[in-house]
């Protein structure tokens, strides 16, 4: 079966550079969820789509945008790296539509601020 | 035991015992609750899930409990395998409107000794 798929799954980037994550969902799911996991600590919710619109949002920084494209996937821009952004950040996607309350988690990207 | 820092609790059983993982939620109004299976370097895969107008669920060698009256939950896994260590968080999701996102507990550090 088809799972959630990230891009890319490692990064390495300087202090004060960019760096865009991509999320492609799991076919028909209409939801995207973006998650930053700290090494040690639990997943924290960044900001969610439905249906290509915002829905909601949680400790994202300003630095951070996020949005959902036509074909439902999703990219987290991050500006200004600091070293405290370097964590794993998983995407999760759901049918919402379909009330579905599971998400599916891809693999992750692991992003390394040096 | 409580976590400080970047210090998961840890669970180490003999293979073949059962497993008790706890979890104390936050949110009187959650209404779905789910356990998470997350191996090293990889996303956090479900593993079952709950509804708040259910004490219990049973799947495949796990159980889960959930006592809404001190907010707590509990993955009880049979038959511990070596392929069951890893880290294990629970998550809830609070009831109406359009919040779909998770929450995280702090993760269990699960050790299965052959």
């Known amino acids: 079966a088809a799972g959630v798929i990230q891009s890319p799954r490692h990064l390495i980037k300087e202090k004060r550079e960019t760096a865009t994550l991509k999320c492609y969902p799991i076919?028909?799911?209409?939801?995207v969820y973006w998650y930053q996991q700290g090494p040690g600590q639990d997943p924290q919710f960044l900001i969610s789509?439905?249906?290509?619109?915002?829905?909601d949002k949680g400790s994202i920084p300003d630095r951070f945008s996020a949005q959902q494209f036509s074909d439902y996937h999703s990219e987290l821009n991050m500006s200004s790296l600091e070293l405290g952004d370097s964590a794993l950040y998983f995407c999760?996607?759901?049918?919402?539509?379909?009330?579905?309350?599971?998400?599916?988690f891809g693999p992750g990207t692991r992003l390394t601020v040096l | 035991g409580e976590s400080v820092g970047l210090h998961l609790p840890t669970l180490s059983v003999q293979e073949g015992d059962n497993s008790i993982i706890n979890c104390a939620y936050s949110?009187?109004?959650?209404?779905?609750f789910i356990w998470y299976k997350q191996e090293s370097g990889k996303g956090p895969q479900f593993i079952i899930d709950?509804?708040?107008?259910?004490d219990k669920r049973q799947g495949q060698r796990v159980t889960v409990l959930l006592n809404k009256t001190v907010k707590h939950l509990s993955l009880q896994i049979a038959a511990t395998q070596p392929g069951d260590s890893a880290v294990y968080f629970c998550?809830?999701?609070?009831?109406?409107?359009?919040?779909?996102?998770?929450?995280f507990g702090k993760g269990t550090l699960l050790t299965v000794n052959p």
């Open positions: 789509f439905y249906e290509k619109m915002q829905s």
């Open positions: 999760a996607t759901a049918d919402r539509g379909g009330a579905g309350d599971e998400q599916f």
């Open positions: 709950i509804r708040s107008n259910m």
């Open positions: 998550a809830e999701k609070p009831s109406g409107g359009s919040n779909y996102k998770l929450t």
């Open positions: 949110n009187s109004a959650s209404d779905y």
């Open positions: 076919p028909r799911h209409d939801t």
